[in-house]
């Protein structure tokens, strides 16, 4: 069984060490071709954690993403103290794949994504799931439920025209 963390709102410096790395790591890659921090610096923080081979699955999350959602997500810059709920339902997403709760990050997924979209992401998720929790990187359940989230999930025919990540 697993156990659920009900809270209200998190953000960043609260959350867990896990986390923060998984959050960091997906922010960069999302906002790749920027100055800082580049490719290597997010492979170097991620090899001196063990999940290095997580990069990949992090590229390919965010080409799912880039190529395939109906709906816009919020990802904030890698420095920011705060937490977009795109990137709380994210991090639910992993912290349900590392449980093989796969029920639930399709659910997730499928508030931005369409089926087939849901469908691709499905295995680099539980790639980096599997890759953080055997370098003993947990990400806790907190299932944050909140008015945009709803709203995002009404807004699921939405079509998004935009070829970068939205």
Same mark, same amino acid.
């Given at each position: 069984m697993h156990q659920s963390t009900h809270i209200r709102s998190l953000d960043l410096p609260a959350l867990s060490a896990a986390e923060r790395l998984f959050i960091w790591g997906f922010r960069a890659k999302a906002r790749s071709g920027g100055a800082v921090p580049?490719?290597?610096? @997010?492979?170097?923080?991620?090899?001196? &954690? /063990?999940?290095g081979d997580a990069v990949f699955s992090l590229e390919a999350i @965010?080409?799912? &993403?880039?190529?395939t959602a109906h709906t816009a997500i919020e990802v904030h810059c890698p420095t920011c103290p705060r937490m977009s709920d795109s990137e709380h339902g994210i991090l639910r997403a992993i912290a349900a794949a590392q449980q093989e709760r796969i029920d639930v990050v399709r659910e997730q997924f499928e508030c931005w994504l369409p089926p087939v979209g849901?469908?691709?992401?499905?295995?680099?998720? /539980? +790639? =980096?799931?599997? @890759? &953080? /929790?055997?370098? +003993? =990187? @947990?990400l806790p359940d907190r299932h944050i439920r909140t008015f945009e989230h709803d709203r995002t999930k009404a807004m699921k025919s939405w079509f998004v025209g935009s070829p970068t990540l939205h």
């Open positions: 580049t490719a290597a610096d @997010i492979q170097q923080v991620y090899d001196h &954690f /063990r999940v @965010i080409e799912v &993403f880039a190529c849901a469908d691709w992401a499905l295995a680099p998720v /539980r +790639g =980096l799931a599997t @890759i &953080f /929790r055997m370098a +003993g =990187l @947990i």
